[in-house]
Structure formats: C-alpha cells, structure tokens
C-alpha cells in the first residue's frame, strides 16, 4: 500500500511558479513510476508529467513541456512538480499517482495504469 498526500498548491499570478510536493507512505516508494495529473473545472482528468522508478527517464504532456519540470526523491519518498510561466489554463486540481510494477523506464500517461492516487491539490492561475 502506497499513500499519496500532495501539497503546495495555490493562487499565483500568470508568469509565475509553484512548487508541488506528493509525500508518499510506505516502503517501496523507490521501486513505484510517479505521475501527475490535473483535472480542470468541467473537464476530463489529464496526464501532466510522469518518472521511472529510478528518476532516469520522464515524460511531459506537450501542453506543460519546457515549463514544468518532474522530480522524485528516493530518499525522501517525495516527488516534486515545479511549474514555471504558470498560464490561467493550468488552473486545476493536481493529483500524483504511483504505478507499481513496470519495466525500469516506463513513464506511464495514462490514468488506468496507475495503482494509487492523492487527493489532490487545487492550483489556480490568475491573469
């Protein structure tokens, strides 16, 4: 059993930059692919940005790449989100997830692939 507790979510303006956190329980955090997703007001829950057990290896929707950046800690059980020139459309609720057993550099994006999720974070960008 893996529990996922988000953090770091809020009000910022357009242009600006967040930090999310997903601290997660249990002992084989290392061995889990993590993954974000967010779900806007209205719509349909959507890929972010994943990593391989081993931080090796990550994946970002074409909407976020080269403005968000995914990390993950081992040894802290801790996997980041840094969002950098934060638009009005990434307003949402952002969740982690956490894959457990696949191939060593799977980033996975979709949803069912994932074994354990957080409750989520609201994110909301002014302009």
């Known amino acids: 059993q893996v529990q996922l507790v988000e953090s770091g979510g809020g009000l910022v303006q357009a242009g600006g930059s967040l930090r999310l956190s997903c601290a997660a329980s249990?002992?084989?955090?290392?061995?889990?692919?993590m993954g974000w997703f967010r779900q806007a007001p209205g719509k349909e829950r959507e890929f972010v940005a994943a990593?391989?057990?081993?931080?090796?290896?990550?994946y970002y929707a074409t909407s976020v790449k080269g403005r968000f950046t995914i990390s993950k800690d081992n040894a802290k059980n801790t996997v980041y989100l840094q969002m950098n020139s934060l638009k009005p459309e990434d307003t949402a609720v952002y969740y982690c997830?956490?894959?457990?057993?696949?191939?060593?550099?799977?980033?996975?994006?979709?949803?069912?692939?994932?074994?354990?999720w957080g409750q989520g974070t609201l994110v909301t960008v002014s302009s």
């Open positions: 997830a956490a894959a457990g057993g696949r191939p060593a550099w799977d980033t996975p994006a979709l949803s069912y692939e994932y074994d354990y």
């Open positions: 249990g002992r084989t955090f290392s061995t889990y692919a």
């Open positions: 990593i391989n057990w081993n931080a090796r290896s990550t």
